[in-house]
């Protein structure tokens, strides 16, 4: 287990949302894989925890290299794994920058794999429809399924601005294909 | 603004180890029934490595795109298994052949795994234990008292007010063990008429018109759907709701020879999107408009002669003489709605069809636009789609395909109309020119018994009965004591909301209710309720739904389901397979059939004292034959290899077997379609066993040939013309959407990533209806109606007239009442103008057939669901409005 690993407490109001991991099924999980653990806190769940993976940092770009609406592919975690980073536009869950509208995702659609070349919609800030049975993600709300197939939202790139270089650290749901985001 | 969304996925999944257990099931949701493998393992063991040989799956990970075998972070879940933690995963058969093949998956099977009951998830507030409600509270009793008391008190409801009045309403669909059990206690023991399946107020026929024409509702293989050049869809969208027929046979026909799909949908969904953008058509009409719009293709082809005349010679429809005799069911056994219409629907067979369809004035192009809302292009492009011949004379093969967009809104018409408009094109029994329903839930419902249907207190002329209408007989108060199982029954009926005010008076409003945990004091309270004219409602579930279970039942009963027991159950091309059980269920929780078994015994029922589910599915058997799931020469192989049913289906795995099934040459074969022309049966007739159905190669009709019917507009006109938006009103419609559909019991409270998707109903309204209300997406609405018209009464003679909706007026048995929904709008041109979009039933607080009539087709007895009719104004906003944690505005179909 990760040295970085710690608990946040807070209190539940008791009315709040049903928490999709308790700190049990969290602690079984943790005893069973080896990925670093970030903790959560949401509102009304207590302490939630979950199991996005902190991954070796990378810089991806500049701030002031991206234009709105202009993604740029990038790798990450390794260079088997092909990612969009992009600005939207418009803030978005887990932007980061100025606006807080600098986002990336993996391409690779979480449904079946195949690869979302092009499929980066400006007018809707959506990915898809995936060419091989349609899915479409929402890239300003953590890359939810907007429609179709997929059974997690489109893995998103956590990122960190540091002097205006745009760095990722890490990745939020799994990468297709993989059993772990570094398999 | 959230920095996390509401749920984040694992970021690694455990991989089975080699010596996991595995088995064999199907997804528990829509009818398609994909088939998936379970692996399991106990939790501190081992797990499976990345290469082939250290993983259960045997292949190496990662895995490639479209290569099946990836793991989502959706597809584990902990479970309890002979007693210990044990990892689970439930994933796509990435080896299978039929349906699913080669892994693909809707969203909703693929996160089926966390359907399973885990303490540490939201399936925590799974039923298990019997409880009784104590001073309001539900409390928890013994199998034994619970039992006792439900047997005691239907024997006292049977005995002082007949069997009408114990009343059962249940699912049609959670497998053949179950459904054989509850309806051998309610047909073949109890023998009450007051009984209904969860969509349906009563025994009325889904789609009366394809009855009446000889189609089989499930006549169609998957196949089809892939061979077919044109695919023509009314009410449906198998993107949305049939994703496997879609991505797999749709698309991929599309893909690879050109397929054609012409969509009739209010609503622009993505499979219509794609169609329109792949060559097909998507006809955006006005709800309820269908039979208008058969009628005018039909006009269309038959002006410019694109019928199949070659077809036509070689299987021509019935003639006067064929019709008359009852549409193929003899005289005794036909609708009752047959004479009451005489010469209303019936034809003397293509030429009297012909002439019928072009005396009609709403098959006239002008009119049939105006009425659809549908440009007259459009309307005749789709007749040349679907029949002009080509320019070498062969004809594009067209198959049609239907669902509850269509019959739910005009029922018999709409479905007599695409009926005859697709048998006119020749489509209904050769490979890839099929007319088929493309289905809702799975398959299960065996029959334990016949339905009473002469009981029933509604009466034509001459013998025909009507069948019983429940959620009046209910009203009316006729229904003493009520088994509710696996269904809401409220929400998913029209006008719900003066449904649950009936119920609600009966139940809770009557003075008598039990204020101790005594097993003699709640009988003598039941009693004392029923004696009042009140009534006992006891619910069987998985969950506490509302309000049925948390607010009406006085007792409830906790059901072991999917995963918890073994079950076989059927998919809409009739491909039976096995689901095994491969964790215990929380609790006290039973099995369907176990809870009835112990009902039955203590009722005093032979019969009922199965010691497995195995000792079910095999009698059950004997309730089937000559049926759509006849499987006697099955378990006759079965037997001949010294194995249980259920052992020899589990050899099957996610392949399973087609029914009906028969025998060849020693051989076990299974029956890819119906009515299929083209089917080679042997000369020296059926071997054994085997029944040689005549649906095999023929129509489903006393000759075999098929029934091309009338559509006459007159019987829905009234109702329509009544019911449309007046002024401000718009139409409140409702569906199904890809996310949430046939899972909705589990998907919307207790599987966390569709909770995020989709934590609240929506109400999808077009810009400039949202305008004009000062509506942006995400805000709060309410759609309300003070006019929802309500059927009241009835039970007595009727003739068609007093059956239609002036004649139900005139008389007194329309009542209109107010009722409101609060929704979440999404602004999107994806409707049409004048008309709005929610899902069916996805929240019980949200149910949207609240503003629906319960009005029924006079011709089948079934409700217009889609017929919500209310005003739309703003109340606020939602918190999904600016928090992006949840949910999402983003148009469906963008591209």
Redesign the interface.
Known sequence: MSSEFKILETDSDGEG??????R??FL??AG????TLAM?T?PGCGTLM????RLPSKRLASLADLEVDKPVTVMYPDP?SMCMLVKLGV????GVGPD?DVVAFSM?C??????MIGAY?A????M??CP???S?F?L???G??????????LPQVLLEVKEGEIYATG???????????L? | MANEPYFTPDSDVPLPPPDADQFTTCCDYCVVACGYKVYRWPVGSKNGGPQAAENALGVDFPRGPLKGGFISPNMHNIVTADGKKQHVIVVPDKDSKVVNRGGDHSIRGGCIAQKCYNPDTPTRDRLQYPMMRINGKLERISWDDATDIFAEMANYVIEKYSESAYAQKQYSYQYFENNYALTKLAWRHIHTPAHAFHDNPGHAPDTPGFRDAGIDNFSASYDDWYEADVVFLSGTDPFETKTIIWNEYMMRGTMEHGQKQIFVNPRRTSGADYAVKNGGLHLQLIPGTDTVLHMALARVILENGWEDKKWLAKFPPANKWESDSGFGRGIRDTPWQWRTTWGKVQTKGFEDYKAWILSQKESELDFAAELCGLPKEQIVKAAELMAKPRPDGTRPKLSVGIEKGNYWTNNYSNTASIASLGLICGAGNRPGQMISRLGGHQRGGNSGGSYPRSKGPEKFFGRRRMTLNLDKWLENGHVRMAYVVGTTWVGSMSASQSLQESMTKLTRGNPAQISKNDKAHALEVMKERVDSGGTMMVVQDIYLREPIGSELADFVFPAATWGEEAFVRSNGERRMRIYDKFYDAPGEAKPDWWIVGQIGQKMGFPGFDWKTSNDVYEESMRGNRRGRRDYAVFLKYAKKAGKSGHDFLRELGTQGIQTPVREEDGKILGTKRFHDSTLELPHTGPEKLTWMHKIFKSFKTQTGRPHLLKSPWFIFADFFDAIKPKGEELWVSSGRINEVWQSGFDDVQRRSYITQRWPENILEIHPEDAKARGIESGDMVEAYSDRVAVQTGGFIHRTLEDAMYTGLLKNGHIEFKSASVELVAMVTDSVRKGTTFSICLMNPKRAVNALSPSVTDPMSGNYRFKLGVGKVRKIGESPYKKDLAQMTFVDRTFS
Request: charged share 15%; proline share 4%.
């Open positions: 949302r049903a928490c999709q991991l308790s049990r099924r079984q999980a069973v894989g080896g990925a959560l949401v979950a199991r996005t993976a088997k803030p978005a869950g887990g807080g690779s979480p449904h079946m794999g195949m690869t919609n007018k809707h800030k959506g898809g429809p091989s049975h349609l479409r929402d300003t709300r953590y939810i399924v907007v429609s179709g197939h997929a059974t997690q939202s990745l939020r749901g799994l990468l297709y294909g993989r059993n772990g985001n398999g």
